[in-house]
């Protein structure tokens, strides 16, 4: 099923940045300012900035907590013992959206660890200079130490709203800078980018849909309770796939290959170019979206049980122990072609996982191993599965 907003997508080609210019016309652009990032530097005492932060109007504070925490304790505390001790923080990275409202590009654990300190929710540990303050949040700090932190600035770079008026160029050049102004250390992972790239509804939707018990299961993620968040729950954060917010891709995954007719620039590619367009579905839509995740989630588990998005290893003649994401694209946009049929095939569930195996068998060349990426591959694989399952329910 696709919405009545979704072939909206694919009707505006996404902007064509390799075409060919003779040197006269890039001397041209270059004079223009085009592809220049304009930008301004700022510097805040870390109180006065922290009270900033407090402010919904003046930073876009929804990126810092749904991104996955990567900075612990010990990490945050030695951010605050540098401040403490004098020594030269790396600035943040601002993106201006609207006059004095911004969104973080770059530096996002560094803020929330002064937030966190400010707000007396973080208990300093792990120091190496001054091991004393160990234990201390802020409000019990030394009088005099305290007063030191007070003098202590946190420098920024602002890049201005003019450096790309149009909102799709604005999303690419802010991409850029995510890949390469990563000065905390960390890079960051596609879908982090596109999470502080694109906030709002269909990101939140995402975000809601990654927690689905099926998702969590099969990747080995621990099940989701509310306020797993809150305390940096240590298990959730051993799982890779869940802190590179893998999980969420995947939902995003299966969304954009609904719409594999408009499959363009390559797999990271086009999810980049559909979270960007899907970012203003309305809420209507994306009620529809969710509901209708839900329930290829359901016919899923309800046919393929504990199996579900492992393939079938030919040469171990078994099913695999490892769930694999092409093997999830496949099922589940070929699951969302079938739902008029799903009562059937699940009553028939044990037809549909013979002929799955089948299609493994008759397909050793890597079809459905995602090693092969190109448009008609992608397209390929779904398809067969589409077939089986019509097949099966006919």
């Given at each position: 099923?696709?919405?009545?907003?979704?072939?909206?997508?694919?009707?505006?080609?996404?902007?064509?940045?390799?075409?060919?210019?003779?040197?006269?016309?890039?001397?041209?652009?270059?004079?223009?300012?085009?592809?220049?990032?304009?930008?301004?530097?700022?510097?805040?005492?870390?109180?006065?900035?922290?009270?900033?932060?407090?402010?919904?109007?003046?930073?876009?504070?929804?990126?810092?907590?749904?991104?996955?925490?990567?900075?612990?304790?010990?990490?945050?505390?030695?951010?605050?013992?540098?401040?403490?001790?004098?020594?030269?923080?790396?600035?943040?990275?601002?993106?201006?959206?609207?006059?004095?409202?911004?969104?973080?590009?770059?530096?996002?654990?560094?803020?929330?660890?002064?937030?966190?300190?400010?707000?007396?929710?973080?208990?300093?540990?792990?120091?190496?200079?001054?091991?004393?303050?160990?234990?201390?949040?802020?409000?019990?700090?030394?009088?005099?130490?305290?007063?030191?932190?007070?003098?202590?600035?946190?420098?920024?770079?602002?890049?201005?709203?003019?450096?790309?008026?149009?909102?799709?160029?604005?999303?690419?050049?802010?991409?850029?800078?995510?890949?390469?102004?990563?000065?905390?250390?960390?890079?960051?992972?596609?879908?982090?980018?596109?999470?502080?790239?694109?906030?709002?509804?269909?990101?939140?939707?995402?975000?809601?849909?990654?927690?689905?018990?099926?998702?969590?299961?099969?990747?080995?993620?621990?099940?989701?309770?509310?306020?797993?968040?809150?305390?940096?729950?240590?298990?959730?954060?051993?799982s890779n796939f869940f802190r590179?917010?893998?999980?969420?891709?995947?939902?995003?995954?299966?969304?954009?290959?609904?719409?594999?007719?408009?499959?363009?620039?390559?797999?990271?590619?086009?999810?980049?170019?559909?979270?960007?367009?899907?970012?203003?579905?309305?809420?209507?839509?994306?009620?529809?979206?969710?509901?209708?995740?839900?329930?290829?989630?359901?016919?899923?588990?309800?046919?393929?049980?504990?199996?579900?998005?492992?393939?079938?290893?030919?040469?171990?003649?078994?099913?695999?122990?490892?769930?694999?994401?092409?093997?999830?694209?496949?099922?589940?946009?070929?699951v969302s072609r079938n739902l008029?049929?799903?009562?059937?095939?699940?009553?028939?569930?044990?037809?549909?996982?013979?002929?799955?195996?089948?299609?493994?068998?008759?397909?050793?060349?890597?079809?459905?191993?995602?090693?092969?990426?190109?448009?008609?591959?992608?397209?390929?694989?779904?398809?067969?599965?589409?077939?089986?399952?019509?097949?099966?329910?006919?």
């Open positions: 099923m696709i919405t009545q907003e979704e072939p909206d997508l694919g009707n505006t080609p996404p902007r064509d940045l390799t075409t060919s210019l003779s040197d006269p016309e890039i001397n041209e652009k270059y004079s223009k300012g085009e592809g220049r990032i304009v930008v301004e530097n700022n510097r805040e005492k870390l109180p006065g900035f922290y009270q900033q932060l407090l402010n919904s109007d003046y930073m876009d504070l929804r990126p810092f907590y749904q991104r996955r925490p990567r900075w612990e304790p010990d990490r945050q505390s030695r951010l605050i013992e540098s401040f403490l001790i004098n020594l030269p923080v790396p600035p943040i990275f601002l993106y201006e959206r609207n006059f004095n409202s911004y969104e973080v590009m770059d530096g996002q654990q560094r803020i929330t660890a002064i937030k966190d300190f400010f707000s007396n929710q973080l208990k300093l540990k792990g120091l190496q200079y001054w091991p004393e303050l160990n234990g201390r949040t802020y409000e019990t700090l030394p009088r005099l130490v305290r007063s030191g932190i007070d003098r202590r600035s946190i420098s920024s770079i602002v890049m201005l709203k003019e450096s790309a008026p149009e909102d799709e160029d604005a999303a690419r050049l802010r991409e850029i800078v995510f890949e390469r102004l990563n000065t905390g250390g960390i890079e960051l992972e596609r879908q982090e980018i596109r999470n502080a790239l694109y906030p709002g509804q269909f990101n939140e939707l995402l975000l809601e849909l990654s927690r689905h018990n099926l998702i969590r299961q099969v990747w080995g993620i621990p099940a989701y309770h509310p306020d797993e968040m809150k305390g940096g729950d240590r298990k959730l954060l051993d590179k917010m893998e999980d969420a891709e995947l939902v995003l995954r299966f969304f954009a290959l609904r719409n594999v007719d408009h499959y363009t620039r390559g797999m990271q590619g086009f999810l980049d170019l559909y979270m960007g367009r899907a970012s203003k579905l309305s809420e209507a839509t994306l009620l529809k979206l969710r509901t209708l995740f839900k329930e290829v989630m359901r016919v899923v588990s309800e046919i393929y049980g504990e199996l579900s998005f492992r393939p079938f290893d030919v040469k171990q003649d078994e099913w695999s122990s490892r769930p694999q994401k092409a093997f999830f694209d496949a099922v589940t946009v070929a008029d049929h799903s009562d059937i095939l699940i009553q028939r569930k044990d037809l549909v996982i013979k002929e799955t195996e089948k299609l493994f068998r008759l397909h050793e060349d890597g079809t459905f191993s995602g090693r092969k990426n190109s448009k008609k591959d992608i397209q390929n694989r779904i398809d067969l599965f589409t077939t089986m399952l019509s097949s099966v329910a006919a």
